[in-house]
Every structure is written in C-alpha cells, then in structure tokens.
C-alpha cells in the first residue's frame, strides 16, 4: 500500500518561499511520475506540478517560473520549492500520482500573509 507524507508547508510572507516534501512508501518510486496537488479553501483539489520518472517536468500556469520540482529516488522524496509566494498560493498541499488514485495524505498547510 502506497504512503504519503507531507511536510515543509507554514505561514510566510508574500514574495517569501517555502520548500515542501513529499516521503513515500509502499512503491518503488523511481518508476512513477509523481506530482503536486492543492486545495485552497472553497476550492476543487488542482494539479500544480507533476515529475516523471525521466525528470521531465511540468507546471500549472499559474506557478509557471515561481514553483520548482524535483526528486530524489535515493530518499522515496521528491520536493516543490515554492518562490514567490502570493496570497492566492495559500492552501493544503499534497502529494499523489498524476492521477491522483493512491491514497492521499493529510497534506501540508501553506499560508501566505502579511
């Protein structure tokens, strides 16, 4: 069974920057494209970026340039370094497949105000 854990998210202040993890377990990671998902309060769950297994990667428009990730299969861990942050960043965010079909964890609090 494939496990989850979250971490890294906090309060910062507009323009600051958060780096968040992702630990998985249960899979052998290096095959699988993983990516970063959100929900904002109010809000559908979005996908935010997704890494595949060769390292290509890709963004949602919206944190096109400001957001980063990466992965180290070595650790089960992949990683979003989040720069820029702005107000309307603020939400939980998880890790899962592309998919999104493995059981989710509980998420990481990033909140973003001055």
């Known amino acids: 069974q494939v496990q989850l854990v979250e971490s890294g998210g906090g309060l910062v202040q507009p323009g600051g920057s958060l780096r968040l993890s992702c630990a998985a377990s249960?899979?052998?990671?290096?095959?699988?494209?993983i990516s970063w998902f959100r929900q904002a309060p109010g809000k559908q769950r979005e996908l935010v970026a997704t890494i595949t297994s060769n390292y290509y990667t890709n963004y949602a428009g919206s944190v096109k340039g400001r957001f980063t990730i990466s992965r180290e299969n070595a650790k089960n861990t992949m990683y979003l370094q989040m720069s820029s942050l702005k107000p309307e960043d603020t939400a939980v965010y998880y890790c899962n497949n592309p998919s999104g079909t493995w059981y989710w964890g509980q998420g990481t609090q990033v909140t973003v105000s001055s």
């Open positions: 249960g899979i052998i990671f290096s095959r699988y494209s």
